[in-house]
């Protein structure tokens, strides 16, 4: 069969024939890309357990939060017990089990109101926003890419300044040929012919297979190193003077979007100096057999374990994209706000199409909403009216507790300005929200630049 005869089968039919003729899909799929599986999926004890219950939540309720209850526990952070002893809610990614909060009293009961973990969330934001959090980054994919052609290959398939010197943290799109995201990744160069990349938990083989891809022309080695190390984020205004307790006084050295190598409880750390949350500190990377020693250090200092929702909430009142909701394979850096990280000059996979982009005159799509009923509760992909219309759509959404309102992201198809007033569906109930163009929280990033 052809390929228009499989497009004439349906949108499914059609996305096929675009993936056989062109190498990409008519749209963003990544929602049914085969590689979002981990690999130790891949078992016939898997899915004997796991696709019962997936028959059976077909025309179950999607609460938010629900998580699935077979094959759990595949993958266990290093700090899984100590998790667990601080009572933990896990939520499973990519195989791994991560803390989606603390202190759960009990079961939570699932609904599309207030959600029964809104108090343990606002406290973990609490204690980034005035002492110190632990953020657990373990299981964010990690790829090194070494070799006397590493500039090259990396200034080749990713947008940003990948030309910067040792000890520089860069941030980057990976484009395609449209200009359209791949992913995005965070970049450390560790020396002139080796830099570690930092990768979403879901794309890591992905990611990896598509870097491996356009490697073929240089003289680069691609390692993927996930398991070797652990991360730890710590945050807030007091996370310099827990670590220099810990006997890391050099890491208050380390400039913003720099990293350098520290003693952390007398373990050896590559800290870099950034933050996803908006307050400030640092992503310590140690060896996955140092971090038990080093989360009990920072934990007896006063430090406080937080969990997902908690970075969530930070992360939407910061305004940061992310893969999978912002970002993905139908827009580009210029439609998300994010061209400043990209070098004009070009000379990568995407640059041609982003030139164009810019000449056309497209604009960031990307908005801030605070909303003014305390009580709503977004959830994502609801639609936004503006003067009774409806001209995009929310994409991540979280109570903010910094600001005491629920917030959310958004993209929208026409321009709006700070202070526009604009409505959200929510299940057919419209609420009023204010636009911000950058983010609700600390919009001058004073606070993690101290």
């Given amino acids: 069969m052809n390929s228009v005869g499989i497009a004439s089968g349906g949108g499914a039919g059609m996305n096929l024939a675009k993936l056989i003729v062109e190498g990409r899909t008519e749209y963003d799929l990544g929602e ?11 078992s016939v004890e898997h899915l004997m357990a796991r696709a019962p219950e ?43 089990e991560r803390p989606l909060y603390f202190n759960k009293a009990c079961e939570p009961e699932l609904r599309f109101e207030r959600p029964d973990w809104h108090e343990n969330v606002r406290d973990e934001v609490m204690a980034a926003h005035t002492l110190a959090a632990i953020f657990d980054a373990s299981p964010f994919g990690k790829i090194e890419i070494e070799g006397p052609d590493a500039e090259a290959f990396m200034r080749h398939v990713c947008a940003g300044q990948m030309g910067r010197a040792p000890g520089s943290v860069i941030y980057s799109a990976l484009l395609n040929d449209r200009g359209t995201f791949e992913s995005d990744v965070t970049a450390q160069r560790i020396s002139d012919e080796h830099y570690r990349l930092f990768v979403g938990t879901n794309a890591i083989k992905r990611d990896l297979t598509w870097l491996q891809r356009h490697s073929d022309d240089f003289k680069v080695t691609l390692t993927d190193s996930t398991e070797k190390y652990a991360v730890l984020g710590l945050m807030g205004p007091r996370a310099a003077e827990f670590a220099s307790k810990c006997g890391a006084e050099g890491l ?6 720099k990293h350098a190598e520290a003693k952390l409880a007398g373990k050896k750390v590559r800290a870099a100096r950034m933050s996803y949350v ?49 970002l993905d394979g139908d827009v580009t850096p210029i ?66 507790f910094r600001i005491g309102k629920p917030v959310a992201l958004g993209h929208s198809e026409v321009t709006l300005n700070n202070g526009d007033r604009i409505q959200v569906d929510i299940a057919r109930t419209l609420h009023d929200a204010t636009v911000t163009i ?12 101290v």
Wanted: glycine share 10%.
């Fill in 32 to 42: 049914a890309d085969a590689k979002r599986f981990a690999p130790i999926f891949n």
């Fill in 54 to 96: 997936i028959l059976g939540t077909h025309y179950d309720i999607a609460y938010p939060g629900k998580q699935l209850k077979t094959a759990r526990n595949l993958r266990k952070l290093p700090l899984d017990s100590e998790y667990r002893e601080a009572k933990a809610h896990m939520g499973q990614f990519y195989g791994w």
């Fill in 252 to 257: 208050n050295e380390i400039a913003y979007f």
């Fill in 278 to 326: 908006g307050e400030a500190g640092w992503e310590i990377t140690c060896d996955i057999a140092d971090v038990k020693e080093i989360y009990a250090a920072l934990t007896a200092q006063g430090a406080q374990p937080a969990g997902m929702f908690a970075q969530s909430s930070m992360r939407i009142e910061k305004g940061f994209c992310a893969m999978g909701h912002e």
């Fill in 335 to 400: 439609t998300t706000g994010l061209d400043f990280a990209t070098r004009k000059a070009g000379g990568f996979i995407g640059a041609e199409a982003l030139a164009k982009s810019r000449a056309a005159g497209d604009t960031c799509h990307i908005v801030s909403l605070a909303f003014d009923d305390e009580s709503a509760v977004p959830l994502g992909h609801e639609p936004i009216y503006f003067k009774g219309k409806i001209v995009g759509q929310t994409s991540s959404c979280a109570f903010g």
């Fill in 438 to 449: 950058g983010p609700l929280f600390d919009p001058t990033s004073s606070r993690m630049k």
